[in-house]
């Protein structure tokens, strides 16, 4: 996400006044220690012009997910 931000020319703070979130939460989603709702994970896909599942690599989890998930 971080690169998609520094691709805008955007600051941590003005990313968080474009989502209605904090600065705060921004820095967490950016360290992969916050997990976004629904909808700001779309204002951000939106925003940046991606998908949810580029913007926060879900394609690379998508093994262990199957993995973990392969038995339901």
Known sequence: MK????KKGLTQK???EMVFVSQ????SLEKGQYKPSI???????????T????????????DLEDK?????
């Open 3 to 6: 690169e998609n931000r520094n």
């Open 14 to 16: 003005q990313l968080a």
């Open 24 to 27: 705060r939460t921004i820095i």
């Open 39 to 49: 909808m700001l994970a779309y204002r951000l896909a939106c925003l940046f012009e």
């Open 51 to 62: 998908t949810i599942e580029e913007l926060f690599c879900l394609a690379e989890n998508k």
């Open 68 to 72: 973990n998930f392969g038995n339901l």
